[in-house]
């Protein structure tokens, strides 16, 4: 609860908080995009994979989460799309 009130802006906390909920249900997450601000204040854009991770009985009992940093990829994109 603590990343997705610190380090995620306002407008997406409510969607992060649900992929990450909804990962620990046993529900995964694919190629979730989102901004994080990181402790030093700068803004990155993130990619996010929500896996589920099961007991030996299949049983849900957490999340893993791996997120990739797609800003570079996004200012690139946009200045193709503009040039």
Known sequence: KILVTQFITAEYQSQVA???SRACQGEET???EFPLVTKHGTRV???LNATTRRDANG???GM???GQDITEL???TAEQQTG
Do not use: P, Q
């Open 18 to 20: 649900s992929v990450i």
């Open 30 to 32: 694919a190629n979730f």
């Open 45 to 47: 854009e993130l990619l």
């Open 59 to 61: 049983c849900a009992t």
């Open 64 to 66: 893993v989460g791996v």
């Open 74 to 76: 996004r200012k690139v």
